[in-house]
């Protein structure tokens, strides 16, 4: 991967996510041709995963305004998403037995880091033993969550 395309990804994705998770996030982002917006606040969902269609790739969204932590937990689950499409298409639940099994297989991934603070890492880890639709429905998660919220800035960061 060209050094100057990966260092713009880092820096653009660095306020948004823990240190230590960034590069594992921008190879991923790389390795699928992701399109990442960070957008605005929205109501009702804190991402989505659209997969490639009308000549556009892999999409995901992730509302800016969310803590780094939860901002990390949003995009792994929309990755979680990505990797389901890739496996399976669209012959499987959407929140199903194969993507909780992706989604624990992507958070593992940063299993033995120092990334989640002890409250937000001993949530996530009952948590992901049966991850739901959305970590929203986990108030023990989201509890641990906000502590740490403070809201950034909208924008897109592209890997090509």
Known sequence: MNNS????????????VPDDSVHILVAWIVKYGIQLSITRSR???LGDY???QNGKGHRITVNGDLNRYAFLITFVH?????ITW??????????????KQEFR?????????RIFPLAVKTAM???IVKPSF?????????????KYDEPVNSITVRAG
């Open 43 to 45: 109501k009702t969902i």
């Open 134 to 146: 959305t970590h929203c429905m986990d108030k023990d998660l989201m509890q641990a969550l906000s």
């Open 78 to 82: 929309e990755m979680a998403h990505l």
């Open 5 to 16: 395309l990966q260092e713009k990804l880092i820096s653009q994705l660095h306020p948004y």
């Open 125 to 127: 880890k009952n948590h």
């Open 86 to 99: 890739q496996l399976y298409r669209n012959k499987v639940l959407s929140h199903g037995k194969e993507w």
């Open 50 to 52: 659209r997969w490639p």
């Open 105 to 113: 297989k992507l958070m593992n991934e940063f299993a033995g880091r």
